[in-house]
Protein backbone atom coordinates (compact mmCIF):
# COMPACT_ATOMS: atom_id res chain seq x y z
CA UNK A 1 0.00 0.00 0.00
CA UNK A 2 1.41 3.34 -1.04
CA UNK A 3 1.44 5.81 2.35
CA UNK A 4 0.37 9.45 2.02
CA UNK A 5 3.46 9.89 3.60
CA UNK A 6 5.46 8.26 0.97
CA UNK A 7 3.33 10.43 -1.39
CA UNK A 8 3.77 14.11 -0.08
CA UNK A 9 7.41 13.19 0.25
CA UNK A 10 7.52 12.14 -3.69
CA UNK A 11 5.50 15.47 -4.17
CA UNK A 12 8.00 17.40 -2.10
CA UNK A 13 10.99 16.59 -4.37
CA UNK A 14 9.08 16.50 -7.68
CA UNK A 15 8.30 20.00 -7.00
CA UNK A 16 12.04 20.96 -5.69
CA UNK A 17 13.16 19.06 -8.79
CA UNK A 18 10.68 20.86 -11.13
CA UNK A 19 11.66 24.47 -10.10
CA UNK A 20 14.96 23.42 -10.77
CA UNK A 21 14.35 22.68 -14.64
CA UNK A 22 12.33 25.54 -14.50
CA UNK A 23 14.81 27.52 -13.99
CA UNK A 24 16.39 25.97 -16.79
CA UNK A 25 13.99 26.53 -18.64
CA UNK A 26 13.07 29.95 -17.90
CA UNK A 27 16.52 30.72 -19.87
CA UNK A 28 15.88 28.34 -22.61
CA UNK A 29 12.63 30.08 -23.24
CA UNK A 30 13.66 33.89 -22.82
CA UNK A 31 16.69 33.14 -24.70
CA UNK A 32 14.17 31.67 -27.27
CA UNK A 33 11.87 34.76 -27.30
CA UNK A 34 14.22 37.05 -27.35
CA UNK A 35 16.23 36.23 -29.42
CA UNK A 36 15.02 33.41 -31.36
CA UNK A 37 18.03 31.09 -30.99
CA UNK A 38 17.24 27.29 -29.65
CA UNK A 39 19.88 27.20 -27.00
CA UNK A 40 21.30 23.60 -27.44
CA UNK A 41 24.35 24.46 -24.93
CA UNK A 42 21.74 25.33 -22.43
CA UNK A 43 22.00 21.99 -20.36
CA UNK A 44 25.96 21.94 -20.78
CA UNK A 45 25.97 25.46 -18.77
CA UNK A 46 23.63 23.38 -15.87
CA UNK A 47 26.08 20.70 -15.83
CA UNK A 48 29.09 22.69 -16.21
CA UNK A 49 27.49 24.73 -13.30
CA UNK A 50 27.85 21.91 -11.07
CA UNK A 51 31.50 20.74 -12.26
CA UNK A 52 32.61 23.90 -11.00
CA UNK A 53 30.99 24.32 -8.37
CA UNK A 54 32.05 20.81 -6.78
CA UNK A 55 35.65 22.00 -7.36
CA UNK A 56 34.94 25.26 -6.12
CA UNK A 57 33.14 24.62 -2.50
CA UNK A 58 36.65 22.22 -2.50
CA UNK A 59 38.89 25.29 -2.65
CA UNK A 60 37.01 27.89 -1.07
CA UNK A 61 35.30 25.73 1.50
CA UNK A 62 31.89 27.24 1.48
CA UNK A 63 28.99 26.41 -0.40
CA UNK A 64 27.38 29.72 -0.32
CA UNK A 65 30.64 31.64 -1.81
CA UNK A 66 31.33 28.35 -4.18
CA UNK A 67 27.55 29.67 -5.29
CA UNK A 68 28.29 32.77 -6.44
CA UNK A 69 31.79 32.22 -7.72
CA UNK A 70 30.31 29.64 -9.71
CA UNK A 71 27.17 31.61 -11.23
CA UNK A 72 29.49 34.33 -11.68
CA UNK A 73 32.28 32.18 -13.90
CA UNK A 74 29.51 30.39 -15.92
CA UNK A 75 27.81 33.84 -16.85
CA UNK A 76 31.61 35.32 -17.69
CA UNK A 77 31.76 31.95 -19.93
CA UNK A 78 27.98 32.36 -21.11
CA UNK A 79 29.39 36.06 -22.27
CA UNK A 80 32.27 34.86 -24.11
CA UNK A 81 29.66 31.97 -26.10
CA UNK A 82 27.52 34.94 -27.28
CA UNK A 83 29.95 37.11 -27.84
CA UNK A 84 32.04 34.88 -29.72
CA UNK A 85 29.99 32.29 -31.71
CA UNK A 86 26.05 33.55 -31.19
CA UNK A 87 26.01 36.79 -32.14
CA UNK A 88 27.30 36.12 -35.82
CA UNK A 89 24.24 33.78 -36.16
CA UNK A 90 21.56 35.96 -35.35
CA UNK A 91 20.53 36.65 -38.32
CA UNK A 92 20.89 33.06 -39.76
CA UNK A 93 18.96 29.92 -40.06
CA UNK A 94 17.25 27.84 -37.41
CA UNK A 95 19.46 25.44 -38.42
CA UNK A 96 22.87 26.77 -38.53
CA UNK A 97 21.96 27.75 -34.80
CA UNK A 98 20.78 24.28 -33.44
CA UNK A 99 24.14 22.75 -35.66
CA UNK A 100 26.75 25.45 -33.71
CA UNK A 101 25.13 25.43 -30.24
CA UNK A 102 24.66 21.41 -30.61
CA UNK A 103 27.91 21.75 -31.60
CA UNK A 104 28.97 23.82 -28.49
CA UNK A 105 26.94 21.27 -26.19
CA UNK A 106 29.47 18.04 -27.35
CA UNK A 107 32.55 19.91 -27.08
CA UNK A 108 31.50 21.04 -23.28
CA UNK A 109 30.42 17.64 -22.58
CA UNK A 110 34.09 15.93 -24.04
CA UNK A 111 35.62 18.41 -22.80
CA UNK A 112 34.08 18.34 -18.86
CA UNK A 113 34.49 14.40 -19.28
CA UNK A 114 38.43 14.96 -20.33
CA UNK A 115 39.00 17.54 -16.93
CA UNK A 116 36.57 16.07 -14.70
CA UNK A 117 36.04 11.95 -15.71
CA UNK A 118 33.11 10.00 -16.67
CA UNK A 119 32.38 9.38 -13.01
CA UNK A 120 29.35 10.55 -10.93
CA UNK A 121 30.19 13.17 -8.68
CA UNK A 122 28.58 14.47 -5.29
CA UNK A 123 28.22 17.97 -3.79
CA UNK A 124 28.23 17.71 0.10
CA UNK A 125 24.46 19.38 1.81
CA UNK A 126 25.85 22.71 3.50
CA UNK A 127 26.14 22.32 7.26
CA UNK A 128 23.04 25.00 7.81
CA UNK A 129 20.63 22.51 5.67
CA UNK A 130 21.51 19.08 6.56
CA UNK A 131 19.15 16.69 8.16
CA UNK A 132 15.44 15.95 7.55
CA UNK A 133 12.03 17.73 9.15
CA UNK A 134 8.88 15.79 9.07
CA UNK A 135 6.01 17.57 7.35
CA UNK A 136 2.44 15.91 8.25
CA UNK A 137 4.47 12.92 8.60
CA UNK A 138 6.29 12.97 5.86
CA UNK A 139 10.07 13.27 6.28
CA UNK A 140 11.37 15.81 4.16
CA UNK A 141 14.97 16.50 3.67
CA UNK A 142 16.07 20.52 4.57
CA UNK A 143 17.72 20.72 1.14
CA UNK A 144 14.63 20.05 -1.07
CA UNK A 145 12.91 23.03 1.16
CA UNK A 146 15.68 25.13 0.35
CA UNK A 147 15.25 24.39 -3.03
CA UNK A 148 11.50 25.21 -3.36
CA UNK A 149 12.02 28.34 -1.66
CA UNK A 150 15.13 29.21 -3.98
CA UNK A 151 12.99 28.29 -6.80
CA UNK A 152 9.94 29.93 -6.07
CA UNK A 153 11.86 33.23 -4.97
CA UNK A 154 14.03 33.58 -8.15
CA UNK A 155 10.66 32.67 -10.44
CA UNK A 156 9.07 35.33 -8.28
CA UNK A 157 11.80 38.07 -8.82
CA UNK A 158 11.86 37.18 -12.30
CA UNK A 159 8.10 37.35 -12.61
CA UNK A 160 7.81 40.69 -10.98
CA UNK A 161 11.57 41.79 -12.73
CA UNK A 162 9.54 41.28 -16.32
CA UNK A 163 6.25 42.32 -15.91
CA UNK A 164 6.51 45.03 -12.97
CA UNK A 165 9.72 47.20 -14.34
CA UNK A 166 10.74 48.90 -17.37
CA UNK A 167 13.44 46.65 -17.53
CA UNK A 168 10.86 44.16 -17.83
CA UNK A 169 9.03 46.37 -20.47
CA UNK A 170 12.23 46.69 -22.67
CA UNK A 171 12.96 42.37 -22.70
CA UNK A 172 8.96 41.96 -23.46
CA UNK A 173 9.21 44.33 -26.18
CA UNK A 174 12.07 43.27 -27.84
CA UNK A 175 10.42 39.66 -27.22
CA UNK A 176 7.61 40.80 -29.24
CA UNK A 177 9.61 43.10 -32.00
CA UNK A 178 13.01 43.65 -32.28
CA UNK A 179 12.87 46.11 -34.66
CA UNK A 180 10.81 48.44 -33.19
CA UNK A 181 12.62 48.24 -30.40
CA UNK A 182 15.40 49.62 -31.80
CA UNK A 183 14.17 51.99 -33.63
CA UNK A 184 12.59 53.41 -29.65
CA UNK A 185 16.47 53.72 -28.96
CA UNK A 186 17.15 50.42 -27.64
CA UNK A 187 20.77 48.69 -28.23
CA UNK A 188 19.00 45.44 -28.65
CA UNK A 189 22.81 43.48 -29.08
CA UNK A 190 23.63 44.16 -25.98
CA UNK A 191 20.13 43.30 -24.46
CA UNK A 192 20.80 40.29 -26.27
CA UNK A 193 23.70 39.74 -24.13
CA UNK A 194 22.26 40.49 -20.92
CA UNK A 195 19.38 37.87 -21.34
CA UNK A 196 21.93 35.60 -22.82
CA UNK A 197 24.31 35.63 -19.80
CA UNK A 198 21.35 35.80 -16.99
CA UNK A 199 20.00 32.99 -18.68
CA UNK A 200 23.00 30.89 -18.73
CA UNK A 201 23.31 32.02 -14.82
CA UNK A 202 20.30 30.89 -13.77
CA UNK A 203 21.10 27.28 -15.91
CA UNK A 204 24.30 27.55 -13.05
CA UNK A 205 22.61 28.49 -10.07
CA UNK A 206 19.97 25.53 -11.30
CA UNK A 207 23.14 23.07 -12.21
CA UNK A 208 25.03 23.95 -8.55
CA UNK A 209 21.68 23.50 -5.95
CA UNK A 210 20.92 20.15 -8.08
CA UNK A 211 24.23 18.93 -7.57
CA UNK A 212 23.44 17.20 -3.72
CA UNK A 213 19.95 15.63 -5.51
CA UNK A 214 21.12 14.63 -8.53
CA UNK A 215 24.84 14.69 -8.82
CA UNK A 216 26.83 15.90 -11.58
CA UNK A 217 28.17 13.61 -14.79
CA UNK A 218 28.98 14.09 -18.50
CA UNK A 219 25.37 12.93 -19.96
CA UNK A 220 23.69 15.12 -17.17
CA UNK A 221 23.71 18.06 -20.03
CA UNK A 222 21.55 16.47 -21.86
CA UNK A 223 19.40 14.66 -19.60
CA UNK A 224 17.89 18.66 -18.34
CA UNK A 225 18.17 19.95 -21.10
CA UNK A 226 16.07 17.44 -23.09
CA UNK A 227 13.29 18.40 -20.15
CA UNK A 228 13.68 21.95 -20.71
CA UNK A 229 13.27 21.38 -24.35
CA UNK A 230 9.93 19.45 -22.96
CA UNK A 231 8.69 22.42 -20.81
CA UNK A 232 9.26 25.16 -23.33
CA UNK A 233 7.13 23.33 -26.12
CA UNK A 234 4.34 22.12 -23.61
CA UNK A 235 4.45 25.40 -21.72
CA UNK A 236 4.15 27.39 -24.56
CA UNK A 237 7.14 28.99 -26.53
CA UNK A 238 8.33 31.87 -24.86
CA UNK A 239 5.66 31.77 -22.21
CA UNK A 240 7.46 32.14 -18.56
CA UNK A 241 3.66 31.44 -16.79
CA UNK A 242 3.61 28.49 -19.20
CA UNK A 243 7.24 26.69 -18.36
CA UNK A 244 6.46 27.62 -14.72
CA UNK A 245 3.69 25.22 -14.60
CA UNK A 246 4.95 22.88 -16.60
CA UNK A 247 8.41 22.35 -15.12
CA UNK A 248 6.30 21.30 -11.73
CA UNK A 249 4.10 18.57 -13.60
CA UNK A 250 6.68 17.52 -15.10
CA UNK A 251 9.05 17.52 -11.73
CA UNK A 252 6.33 15.53 -9.87
CA UNK A 253 5.87 13.07 -12.64
CA UNK A 254 9.21 12.09 -12.96
CA UNK A 255 8.95 11.66 -9.16
CA UNK A 256 5.98 9.67 -8.91
CA UNK A 257 7.04 8.23 -12.25
CA UNK A 258 10.92 7.14 -10.49
CA UNK A 259 9.09 5.80 -7.56
CA UNK A 260 6.36 3.93 -9.45
CA UNK A 261 6.71 3.04 -12.39
CA UNK A 262 10.24 3.31 -13.37
CA UNK A 263 10.08 1.55 -16.80
CA UNK A 264 7.75 4.57 -18.01
CA UNK A 265 8.56 7.56 -16.49
CA UNK A 266 10.16 8.97 -19.37
CA UNK A 267 7.09 7.66 -21.40
CA UNK A 268 5.06 9.60 -19.61
CA UNK A 269 6.60 12.85 -20.37
CA UNK A 270 6.88 11.84 -24.21
CA UNK A 271 3.10 10.50 -24.20
CA UNK A 272 2.27 14.15 -22.64
CA UNK A 273 4.11 16.14 -25.07
CA UNK A 274 2.75 14.20 -28.22
CA UNK A 275 -0.38 14.79 -26.60
CA UNK A 276 0.28 18.60 -26.76
CA UNK A 277 1.65 19.09 -29.70
CA UNK A 278 -1.44 17.20 -31.48
CA UNK A 279 -4.09 19.15 -29.70
CA UNK A 280 -3.00 22.60 -29.20
CA UNK A 281 0.07 22.68 -31.35
CA UNK A 282 1.09 26.58 -29.45
CA UNK A 283 1.63 24.98 -26.19
CA UNK A 284 -0.69 24.89 -23.57
CA UNK A 285 -0.07 28.81 -22.35
CA UNK A 286 -0.51 31.47 -24.97
CA UNK A 287 3.12 33.68 -25.92
CA UNK A 288 3.09 36.65 -24.39
CA UNK A 289 5.54 37.14 -21.86
CA UNK A 290 5.84 36.10 -18.64
CA UNK B 1 16.96 68.54 -40.28
CA UNK B 2 17.21 65.86 -42.40
CA UNK B 3 19.35 65.52 -45.78
CA UNK B 4 19.41 62.13 -47.82
CA UNK B 5 22.27 62.26 -51.04
CA UNK B 6 21.69 59.98 -53.79
CA UNK B 7 20.92 57.01 -51.27
CA UNK B 8 21.15 53.24 -52.59
CA UNK B 9 19.63 49.96 -50.95
CA UNK B 10 19.06 46.74 -51.34
CA UNK B 11 17.34 44.13 -50.14
CA UNK B 12 19.26 40.42 -50.92
CA UNK B 13 19.90 41.05 -54.46
CA UNK B 14 16.78 43.82 -55.64
CA UNK B 15 17.94 46.94 -55.78
CA UNK B 16 15.44 48.97 -54.37
CA UNK B 17 16.28 52.23 -53.50
CA UNK B 18 18.36 53.47 -56.41
CA UNK B 19 19.63 57.02 -55.90
CA UNK B 20 16.99 58.61 -53.15
CA UNK B 21 18.01 62.56 -52.49
CA UNK B 22 15.35 64.67 -50.15
CA UNK B 23 15.33 66.95 -47.64
CA UNK B 24 13.52 67.95 -44.48
CA UNK B 25 14.05 71.29 -43.09
CA UNK B 26 14.01 72.62 -39.54
CA UNK B 27 9.91 72.92 -38.70
CA UNK B 28 8.78 71.25 -42.25
CA UNK B 29 6.33 69.11 -42.74
CA UNK B 30 7.40 66.96 -45.81
CA UNK B 31 4.96 64.55 -47.48
CA UNK B 32 6.70 61.15 -49.32
CA UNK B 33 3.55 60.24 -52.04
CA UNK B 34 4.21 56.83 -54.28
CA UNK B 35 2.30 54.05 -55.49
CA UNK B 36 2.45 50.53 -53.81
CA UNK B 37 5.59 49.20 -53.65
CA UNK B 38 8.24 52.17 -54.78
CA UNK B 39 10.42 52.31 -52.34
CA UNK B 40 8.82 54.43 -49.30
CA UNK B 41 8.85 52.14 -46.55
CA UNK B 42 12.23 51.49 -47.56
CA UNK B 43 13.44 54.56 -47.72
CA UNK B 44 11.97 55.38 -44.09
CA UNK B 45 13.84 51.79 -43.18
CA UNK B 46 17.13 53.44 -44.67
CA UNK B 47 16.70 56.52 -42.07
CA UNK B 48 15.84 54.84 -39.45
CA UNK B 49 19.18 52.16 -39.44
CA UNK B 50 16.80 49.22 -40.03
CA UNK B 51 18.14 48.24 -43.36
CA UNK B 52 21.75 49.78 -44.50
CA UNK B 53 22.64 52.33 -47.29
CA UNK B 54 24.90 50.81 -49.80
CA UNK B 55 25.64 54.02 -51.08
CA UNK B 56 25.12 57.72 -49.98
CA UNK B 57 25.03 59.79 -47.62
CA UNK B 58 22.21 60.63 -44.47
CA UNK B 59 22.58 63.54 -42.82
CA UNK B 60 20.40 64.12 -39.29
CA UNK B 61 21.09 67.40 -38.19
CA UNK B 62 23.95 68.18 -40.16
CA UNK B 63 26.03 64.93 -38.98
CA UNK B 64 26.07 61.94 -41.35
CA UNK B 65 24.37 59.07 -39.64
CA UNK B 66 24.26 56.12 -41.98
CA UNK B 67 26.77 54.28 -40.47
CA UNK B 68 24.99 54.55 -36.66
CA UNK B 69 23.06 51.84 -35.38
CA UNK B 70 19.35 52.67 -35.11
CA UNK B 71 19.44 53.06 -31.79
CA UNK B 72 21.74 56.05 -31.90
CA UNK B 73 19.52 57.50 -34.27
CA UNK B 74 16.50 57.64 -32.24
CA UNK B 75 18.00 58.76 -29.02
CA UNK B 76 19.69 61.51 -31.47
CA UNK B 77 16.22 62.56 -32.00
CA UNK B 78 13.78 60.71 -34.60
CA UNK B 79 11.15 59.60 -33.64
CA UNK B 80 9.02 56.30 -36.00
CA UNK B 81 5.64 55.79 -36.34
CA UNK B 82 6.18 52.35 -38.64
CA UNK B 83 3.96 50.76 -41.23
CA UNK B 84 1.80 48.56 -39.49
CA UNK B 85 1.71 50.60 -36.54
CA UNK B 86 4.63 48.34 -34.44
CA UNK B 87 2.27 47.93 -31.42
CA UNK B 88 3.45 45.35 -28.81
CA UNK B 89 0.60 42.91 -28.13
CA UNK B 90 1.87 41.98 -24.69
CA UNK B 91 2.59 45.43 -23.42
CA UNK B 92 -0.19 47.69 -21.86
CA UNK B 93 -1.06 50.84 -23.42
CA UNK B 94 1.28 52.66 -20.64
CA UNK B 95 4.01 50.34 -20.78
CA UNK B 96 4.42 51.24 -24.09
CA UNK B 97 4.44 54.97 -23.59
CA UNK B 98 7.06 54.79 -20.65
CA UNK B 99 9.23 53.10 -22.81
CA UNK B 100 11.33 55.76 -24.88
CA UNK B 101 14.18 56.42 -23.57
CA UNK B 102 14.07 59.64 -21.77
CA UNK B 103 15.14 62.68 -23.34
CA UNK B 104 13.77 66.16 -22.04
CA UNK B 105 10.91 68.02 -23.91
CA UNK B 106 7.31 68.73 -23.65
CA UNK B 107 5.80 65.26 -24.19
CA UNK B 108 5.53 64.06 -20.50
CA UNK B 109 2.87 61.34 -20.32
CA UNK B 110 0.10 63.91 -18.92
CA UNK B 111 1.05 65.71 -22.14
CA UNK B 112 0.31 62.94 -23.98
CA UNK B 113 -3.08 61.94 -21.77
CA UNK B 114 -4.25 65.47 -22.76
CA UNK B 115 -4.01 65.21 -26.43
CA UNK B 116 -4.95 61.37 -26.82
CA UNK B 117 -7.68 61.26 -23.98
CA UNK B 118 -8.44 57.49 -25.24
CA UNK B 119 -5.11 56.44 -23.95
CA UNK B 120 -5.86 57.42 -20.37
CA UNK B 121 -8.81 55.57 -20.23
CA UNK B 122 -7.02 52.38 -22.14
CA UNK B 123 -3.93 52.60 -20.27
CA UNK B 124 -4.08 49.17 -18.64
CA UNK B 125 -5.17 47.53 -22.06
CA UNK B 126 -2.77 45.38 -23.79
CA UNK B 127 -1.80 46.54 -27.37
CA UNK B 128 -3.91 43.52 -29.13
CA UNK B 129 -7.06 44.85 -27.17
CA UNK B 130 -7.38 48.20 -28.97
CA UNK B 131 -8.85 49.13 -32.02
CA UNK B 132 -7.32 49.90 -35.24
CA UNK B 133 -7.51 53.51 -34.39
CA UNK B 134 -6.40 53.65 -30.98
CA UNK B 135 -3.08 51.66 -32.19
CA UNK B 136 -2.14 53.79 -34.73
CA UNK B 137 -2.38 57.02 -31.60
CA UNK B 138 -0.50 54.89 -29.69
CA UNK B 139 2.10 54.25 -31.99
CA UNK B 140 1.92 58.24 -32.89
CA UNK B 141 1.99 58.89 -28.91
CA UNK B 142 4.90 56.79 -28.17
CA UNK B 143 6.99 58.61 -30.86
CA UNK B 144 6.14 61.80 -29.69
CA UNK B 145 6.81 60.40 -25.57
CA UNK B 146 10.95 60.43 -26.67
CA UNK B 147 10.67 64.42 -27.93
CA UNK B 148 11.86 63.78 -31.10
CA UNK B 149 13.20 66.57 -33.35
CA UNK B 150 12.15 64.25 -36.50
CA UNK B 151 9.11 62.42 -36.52
CA UNK B 152 8.71 59.69 -39.61
CA UNK B 153 5.12 58.83 -40.39
CA UNK B 154 4.43 55.68 -42.32
CA UNK B 155 1.06 55.72 -43.70
CA UNK B 156 -0.32 56.44 -40.56
CA UNK B 157 -3.91 56.28 -42.16
CA UNK B 158 -4.08 53.04 -43.73
CA UNK B 159 -6.55 50.79 -43.01
CA UNK B 160 -8.29 53.34 -40.65
CA UNK B 161 -12.47 54.16 -40.90
CA UNK B 162 -12.90 57.50 -42.44
CA UNK B 163 -13.47 59.03 -39.05
CA UNK B 164 -10.56 57.83 -37.47
CA UNK B 165 -8.37 59.22 -40.93
CA UNK B 166 -10.35 62.53 -39.67
CA UNK B 167 -8.48 62.49 -36.65
CA UNK B 168 -5.33 61.23 -37.41
CA UNK B 169 -5.42 64.72 -39.53
CA UNK B 170 -6.20 66.76 -36.98
CA UNK B 171 -3.57 65.18 -34.67
CA UNK B 172 -1.04 65.74 -37.10
CA UNK B 173 -1.71 69.23 -37.33
CA UNK B 174 -1.63 69.62 -33.82
CA UNK B 175 1.79 68.07 -33.53
CA UNK B 176 2.43 70.23 -36.98
CA UNK B 177 2.12 73.27 -34.46
CA UNK B 178 4.62 71.90 -32.26
CA UNK B 179 7.83 73.06 -35.07
CA UNK B 180 8.49 69.36 -35.04
CA UNK B 181 9.99 68.47 -38.45
CA UNK B 182 7.92 65.63 -39.76
CA UNK B 183 8.67 62.99 -42.78
CA UNK B 184 4.97 61.58 -43.11
CA UNK B 185 4.54 58.87 -45.90
CA UNK B 186 0.87 58.46 -47.01
CA UNK B 187 -1.27 56.73 -49.67
CA UNK B 188 -3.95 59.20 -48.82
CA UNK B 189 -3.33 62.42 -50.71
CA UNK B 190 -5.38 64.34 -49.25
CA UNK B 191 -4.58 63.91 -45.75
CA UNK B 192 -1.00 64.58 -47.31
CA UNK B 193 -2.20 67.69 -48.39
CA UNK B 194 -3.93 69.00 -45.60
CA UNK B 195 -0.55 68.83 -43.65
CA UNK B 196 2.28 68.92 -45.94
CA UNK B 197 4.05 72.19 -46.81
CA UNK B 198 6.11 70.06 -49.54
CA UNK B 199 5.56 66.70 -51.04
CA UNK B 200 8.38 64.32 -53.28
CA UNK B 201 6.89 61.56 -55.42
CA UNK B 202 8.47 58.35 -55.57
CA UNK B 203 8.35 55.85 -58.65
CA UNK B 204 10.77 52.88 -58.77
CA UNK B 205 12.95 53.66 -55.88
CA UNK B 206 13.93 57.37 -57.08
CA UNK B 207 12.30 60.95 -56.62
CA UNK B 208 10.85 62.17 -59.80
CA UNK B 209 8.56 65.23 -58.98
CA UNK B 210 9.17 67.56 -55.80
CA UNK B 211 6.69 71.00 -55.53
CA UNK B 212 4.73 72.70 -53.02
CA UNK B 213 1.73 70.72 -51.26
CA UNK B 214 -0.40 73.61 -52.62
CA UNK B 215 1.28 73.00 -56.24
CA UNK B 216 0.49 69.14 -56.68
CA UNK B 217 -3.32 70.01 -55.54
CA UNK B 218 -3.91 71.91 -58.14
CA UNK B 219 -1.97 69.54 -60.82
CA UNK B 220 -4.30 67.00 -61.79
CA UNK B 221 -2.38 65.46 -64.45
CA UNK B 222 0.65 64.99 -61.99
CA UNK B 223 -1.47 63.43 -59.22
CA UNK B 224 -2.84 60.74 -62.39
CA UNK B 225 0.55 60.40 -63.79
CA UNK B 226 2.89 59.67 -60.46
CA UNK B 227 -0.16 58.32 -58.12
CA UNK B 228 -2.64 57.00 -60.01
CA UNK B 229 -5.68 58.93 -58.52
N1 LIG C 1 11.94 42.27 -46.79
C1 LIG C 1 11.94 42.42 -48.12
N2 LIG C 1 12.63 41.55 -48.90
C2 LIG C 1 12.66 41.68 -50.25
N3 LIG C 1 12.02 42.65 -50.92
C3 LIG C 1 11.32 43.54 -50.22
C4 LIG C 1 11.24 43.47 -48.78
N4 LIG C 1 10.46 44.48 -48.36
C5 LIG C 1 10.08 45.15 -49.46
N5 LIG C 1 10.59 44.59 -50.57
C6 LIG C 1 10.39 45.06 -51.94
O1 LIG C 1 10.91 46.37 -52.03
C7 LIG C 1 10.10 47.18 -52.83
C8 LIG C 1 9.78 48.45 -52.08
O2 LIG C 1 9.02 48.14 -50.94
P1 LIG C 1 8.53 49.23 -49.92
O3 LIG C 1 7.94 48.50 -48.78
O4 LIG C 1 9.62 50.19 -49.65
O5 LIG C 1 7.38 49.93 -50.75
P2 LIG C 1 6.34 51.05 -50.30
O6 LIG C 1 6.51 52.18 -51.25
O7 LIG C 1 6.46 51.33 -48.87
O8 LIG C 1 4.96 50.33 -50.62
P3 LIG C 1 3.57 50.36 -49.82
O9 LIG C 1 2.86 51.57 -50.28
O10 LIG C 1 2.89 49.12 -50.29
O11 LIG C 1 3.86 50.36 -48.37
C9 LIG C 1 8.87 46.36 -53.18
O12 LIG C 1 8.99 45.95 -54.52
C10 LIG C 1 8.91 45.19 -52.27
O13 LIG C 1 8.43 44.05 -52.92
MG1 LIG D 1 5.26 51.02 -47.29
Known amino acids: MISFEALLTHLLNGLAYGLLLFLLAAGLSLIFGMMDVINLSHGSFFMIGGFIGIGLVGVLESFWLALLATVLIVALLGLVVEVALLRPLYYRSHLDQILLTFGLALILEDGAEWIWGTRIQSLRVPEALTGSVEIFGAVVPVYRLAVLAAGVLLGAALWYVLERTRLGSIIRAGVADREMTAALGFNIPVIFAGVFVFGVALAAFAGFMAAPILGVYPGLDFQVLILALIIVVIGGLGSLTGAFWVSLLIGVTQSFGQAYFPAAAAFILYLIMAAVLLLRPEGLFKRRYA | ?229
Open chain 2, 1 to 229: MLELRDVHAHYGSSHILQGVSLRVGAGEVVALLGRNGVGKTTTIRAITGLISVSRGEILFKDTPIQDEPPYRRARMGMGLVPQGRGIYPNLSVREQLLLPPDRNGRWSLQEIYALFPILRERRRHAGDQLSGGEQQMLAIARALRSNPELLLLDEPSEGLAPMMVKRVGEVLQDIKRQELSILLVEQNLSLALSVADRVYIMNKGVIVHECPAAELAQDEETQHRLLGV
